[in-house]
């Protein structure tokens, strides 16, 4: 079965004539406006303002910014003038310069020789699996790494407190600290 998809649903219909009826209705105010001022201000002073009111109602009627209609353009700009404006600073990244110790080379300095510069460096470094097995195996804290246990760690005493859930209902459960 075959089903007819509609073609150009962006396309507001034309009501009035060659004309949509937000064009009509823009059109229409501003020329109501201007019917109005006649009777009100002087006849110079109402040639003007009736100017005004046309341009301003025919490109509110018409005139596109971007494939936006005037008005939310003009709306969008209003928003912001009077909206709160966030302004996030943020760091700069500080760039810290690493100064390796330079290995002085001679000419005649071998490739054999350069390894076992590298073989000195890196025996002085510890040993990743020896790290490993003093976390997982001693009982007193590695130096500068761990802070000793304290008793109070050891044996907590459990907290209750009360809470509300989302629902309001309220219900006491234990509090459990991590530190």
């Known amino acids: 079965m075959q089903f007819q998809v509609p073609q150009f649903i962006e396309t507001e219909d034309k009501i009035i004539g060659p004309l949509t009826i937000k064009q009509f209705l823009f059109i229409a105010a501003a020329a109501g406006l201007s019917f109005m001022l006649f009777f009100v201000i002087k006849f110079w002073l109402w040639i003007m303002m009736a100017m005004v009111l046309m341009v301003m109602g025919l490109a509110f009627a018409f005139v596109k910014i971007n494939g ?75 130096p500068k790494r761990e802070k000793p246990i304290s008793p109070l760690a050891v044996s907590p005493t459990e907290r209750f407190e009360l809470f509300r859930k989302l629902s309001g209902q309220k219900e006491v459960a234990r509090r459990v600290d991590y530190r």
């Open 68 to 142: 936006q209609p005037l008005i939310k353009v003009t709306f969008s700009a209003i928003q912001f003038l009077i909206r709160p404006r966030l302004y996030l600073w943020q760091r700069e990244a500080i760039v810290k310069e690493i100064v390796l110790p330079e290995v002085k080379e001679a000419k005649e300095q071998s490739v054999v020789t350069k390894r076992e510069s590298l073989k000195k460096f890196f025996s002085e470094m510890p040993d990743i699996k020896n790290l490993w097995r003093d976390l997982l195996t001693t009982k007193s804290p590695i």
